[in-house]
């Protein structure tokens, strides 16, 4: 994987190309009545109205070209077996030095999952993990400091 690359579960990525196709069409479609709305009201010189239009035309487009890069750029797998080590698209239980157990997904930020943590592998908790196995522990530095954990488990994601 590259770092162009994003790693994608099967799901996240049909999910993104549902997102896609909905912007390019339904959503395509909804801005340009608006802006036809907003012009039969005259001047659009102080037309809020037509500017707002405009500026969300503006937004979506820019989000369809994000889309349109990362399911071009992405490696869409699932994860197998991985012999209890951390890498992109597990997850993993972990305990703090509070005692306190944690289970996050470790993946980029596309692959969010409603009800679970995520810990992107470019952020500093995910970082650490990635490569750690059942039983070690790992350190990672954060704004609020240095912080320890003790992998506990590690299983592949299921959709």
Sequence with gaps: MTEETTFLTPAAHARLVEELETL??????EIEARIAEARSHGDLRENADYDAAKNDQGLMEARIRHLEH??????????????????????V???DADGDETEVFVAPQENKVPGMILASPT???????????????VSYQAPAGTFKVRVES???YEA
């Design 70 to 91: 990362l399911i071009q750029t992405a490696e869409v797998r699932g994860v197998e077996d991985t012999g209890g080590k951390v890498e992109v698209g597990t997850v």
């Design 123 to 137: 952020s500093p908790l995910g970082k650490a993990l990635l490569g750690a196995s059942v039983g070690d522990e």
């Design 24 to 29: 390019k069409t339904d959503g395509r479609r």
């Design 93 to 95: 239980s972990f305990v």
């Design 154 to 156: 590690v299983r592949p």
